[in-house]
Nanobody, 124 residues
């Protein structure tokens, strides 16, 4: 499977932005798609994950209640709706795919395929 992330940009604090992750190639319905972000000088951080088949979602505490992950199976696309953005949300956002189980979804090492990343900059 190949992943293409898009939708990043420059926004102001409090604004909203929606990222997309389009999957192509040999997709599997037992995959989960995770979103990670990496700010300059920091490690890659788990943001959210959703399973293709049942739409089960998990979020990091830092985005819970502000971000929402969803999927459109017909379009093979996963979305990350980001609301009430803060300056600390500034980072390159990546989507990635992993197989089961879901319990290690917060660990980047468990993901087998990564998209190229899209930059989100939130000005305060």
């Amino acid at each position: 499977v190949q992943l293409q992330a898009s939708g990043g940009g420059l926004v102001q604090a409090g604004d909203s932005l929606r990222l997309s992750c389009a999957a192509s190639g040999r997709t599997r319905n037992d995959y989960a798609i995770g979103w990670f972000r990496q700010a300059p000088g920091k490690e890659r951080e788990f943001v959210a994950v959703i399973t293709w088949n049942q739409g089960v979602t998990f979020y990091s505490d830092s985005v819970k209640g502000r971000f929402a992950v969803s999927r459109d199976n017909a379009k093979n696309t996963v979305y990350l709706q980001m609301n009430s953005l803060k300056s600390e949300d500034t980072a390159v956002y990546y989507c990635a795919a992993k197989g089961p189980p879901l319990r290690d979804a917060f660990r980047p090492i468990d993901y087998v395929t990564w998209g190229q990343g899209t930059l989100v900059t939130v000005s305060s």
